[in-house]
Structure formats: structure tokens, C-alpha cells
């Protein structure tokens, strides 16, 4: 396991690319790891298209960096004072080969954590963590190379009506009655809790989480030589113009 970090999102993709690659050649261990994003960050996925889904002129203006993830999925806004992110990386024989039942496995560290918050939280096929019946959690998952990369989500108090102007969606949209739809399907440990528990705390809660459902033992360790120059070289991939149009 790897120490809370805050980076920028091109070292933090760049990072978890270096990792499922170097896992695959079996020259890095199965590795979780949770970091911070500054600045905030839109992140979409690795189908999507970035002029459908985000607002660019939105993002610059507010100084929020926009990345193409190397996952599936949807555009995520990624709150630097409200999100807490996570990754797993490991080899694919290591998770069932169904997916679903792969994403079951991992998210359930997560349910394990929240509720070491004191939230009663479940797994909700495809890919979500639900904390009292609203979702709190969203995950993303590839399989290259012989390893797995899944990360995601643990939503502690971000903006949403700041998520709703950088996404695409229409103006009367980002209205009071809208922002009030979402919390009835979508919630904050915040929320739930009626405080901001640390970002440690929510890292320590979910490293236990962890910890049980996957039946491991955590070693804290920082990112190796190789590591941290694998994912220096990749950075420039994911700051590109070019990766992050290619749709």
C-alpha cells in the first residue's frame, strides 16, 4: 500500500498506468494506493469524447485540468476538497475472471470501509458502492497485459453543482430542483454522516476495509525507482492534446 498522495491528474493516471504495467511484468507487487487530485479534475473515460462530455471553457476558467483515463466509464468530476480516489492493481488471476464478481471483490473493501464510518453500505452491480441505499462510490476497471487496474470514487463532500457546470448537461439542469433529484440517488459521506470525517480517516477506514474483504496484509511502502520513472515518462502522454481528443 502506498502513502496518501496529491498530485496533479497526469502523474495520477500516469502512475496508474506505470503500475498495471510494471505488476504485469511482475516487477511491482499487487499494490493499493489512494490519492487527491490538485487541481479539481474532470476526468472521462477512455471511449469517451471529450467535447461531448465537458464543459473545456468551464474547466479553464475555474483552473480544473481535464484527463482521459485509460478505463471505461463516465466523465467523473474529481473535487480536490471532496473526493478521496483509490486503485488496485493487480494480477488478473488474483480477481474472478466475471467481471461483476471482480468488481465485487474490490468494492467490497470499500463497503467494509464505509461502514467502519458508520454507514451501512452495499455493492450494487455493475460497478457502484451504494452508503445508506444512495450511491457513494463509482468504479472503472481495465484488464491489460495479464494485470488489473480498477480505481474509483469515495465521494467525502465534493461540489456537486461546480460537477454539474464542467459536465455537458443542459442549463436548466443546474437548477435547485435538479441538484435535489441527484441527492435522492446520490450521496456524501458528509451527508450521511452530518460531518467531514479527514482524509486519513476515510484512507484509514478504507485501507481496514481492504484489509478484510480482500483477506491481505498491507505493507506501506512508497513507489519504487522504477516506478516513479515509468510514470515520469508516461506523464506526457496523458498532458497531450493528442490523448486526451483521440475521440
Same mark, same amino acid.
Given at each position: 500500500m502506498l502513502p496518501l498522495r496529491v498530485d496533479d491528474a497526469f502523474i495520477s493516471m500516469a502512475i496508474d498506468e506505470a503500475l498495471l504495467k510494471l505488476n504485469a511484468e511482475s516487477k511491482s507487487p499487487n499494490t493499493i494506493r489512494f490519492w487527491r487530485w490538485l487541481p479539481s479534475t474532470v476526468s472521462i473515460g477512455c471511449f469517451q469524447?471529450?467535447?461531448?462530455?465537458?464543459?473545456?471553457?468551464?474547466?479553464?476558467r475555474h483552473g480544473v485540468d481535464v484527463v482521459r483515463r485509460i478505463t471505461g466509464g463516465g466523465a467523473v468530476f474529481?473535487?480536490?476538497?471532496?473526493e478521496?480516489?483509490?486503485?488496485v492493481v493487480c494480477k488478473q488471476g488474483d480477481v474472478p475472471d466475471d467481471i461483476i464478481e471482480s468488481y465485487r =471483490?474490490?468494492?467490497?473493501? %470499500?463497503?467494509?470501509g464505509f461502514e467502519r464510518l458508520g454507514l451501512?453500505?452495499?455493492f450494487k452491480p455493475v460497478n457502484d458502492v451504494l452508503?445508506?441505499?444512495?450511491?457513494?462510490?463509482g468504479s472503472a476497471q481495465?484488464?491489460?497485459w495479464g494485470s488489473v487496474l480498477q480505481h474509483g470514487t469515495v465521494l467525502i463532500a465534493p461540489d456537486v453543482r461546480r460537477m454539474f457546470e464542467l459536465l455537458k448537461v443542459s442549463p436548466e439542469k443546474i437548477s435547485d430542483k435538479f441538484i435535489a433529484s441527484v441527492f435522492e440517488r446520490v450521496t456524501t459521506i458528509e451527508r450521511e454522516l452530518g460531518r467531514k470525517p479527514s482524509f486519513d480517516k476515510v484512507r484509514e477506514a478504507m485501507s481496514d476495509g481492504f484489509r478484510k474483504s480482500l483477506d491481505v496484509? =498491507?505493507?506501506?511502502?512508497? %513507489?519504487?525507482?522504477?516506478e516513479v520513472k515509468l510514470a515520469q515518462d508516461l506523464r506526457p502522454k496523458y498532458a497531450s492534446e493528442e490523448w486526451l481528443r483521440k475521440r
Amino acid at each position: 500500500m502506498l502513502p496518501l498522495r496529491v498530485d496533479d491528474a497526469f502523474i495520477s493516471m500516469a502512475i496508474d498506468e506505470a503500475l498495471l504495467k510494471l505488476n504485469a511484468e511482475s516487477k511491482s507487487p499487487n499494490t493499493i494506493r489512494f490519492w487527491r487530485w490538485l487541481p479539481s479534475t474532470v476526468s472521462i473515460g477512455c471511449f469517451q469524447s471529450v467535447e461531448r462530455e465537458v464543459d473545456l471553457e468551464v474547466a479553464k476558467r475555474h483552473g480544473v485540468d481535464v484527463v482521459r483515463r485509460i478505463t471505461g466509464g463516465g466523465a467523473v468530476f474529481h473535487d480536490h476538497d471532496g473526493e478521496l480516489t483509490y486503485s488496485v492493481v493487480c494480477k488478473q488471476g488474483d480477481v474472478p475472471d466475471d467481471i461483476i464478481e471482480s468488481y465485487r =471483490l474490490i468494492c467490497g473493501g %470499500l463497503v467494509q470501509g464505509f461502514e467502519r464510518l458508520g454507514l451501512r453500505a452495499e455493492f450494487k452491480p455493475v460497478n457502484d458502492v451504494l452508503g445508506n441505499g444512495k450511491k457513494i462510490s463509482g468504479s472503472a476497471q481495465t484488464r491489460r497485459w495479464g494485470s488489473v487496474l480498477q480505481h474509483g470514487t469515495v465521494l467525502i463532500a465534493p461540489d456537486v453543482r461546480r460537477m454539474f457546470e464542467l459536465l455537458k448537461v443542459s442549463p436548466e439542469k443546474i437548477s435547485d430542483k435538479f441538484i435535489a433529484s441527484v441527492f435522492e440517488r446520490v450521496t456524501t459521506i458528509e451527508r450521511e454522516l452530518g460531518r467531514k470525517p479527514s482524509f486519513d480517516k476515510v484512507r484509514e477506514a478504507m485501507s481496514d476495509g481492504f484489509r478484510k474483504s480482500l483477506d491481505v496484509e =498491507l505493507v506501506e511502502n512508497k %513507489l519504487t525507482d522504477k516506478e516513479v520513472k515509468l510514470a515520469q515518462d508516461l506523464r506526457p502522454k496523458y498532458a497531450s492534446e493528442e490523448w486526451l481528443r483521440k475521440r
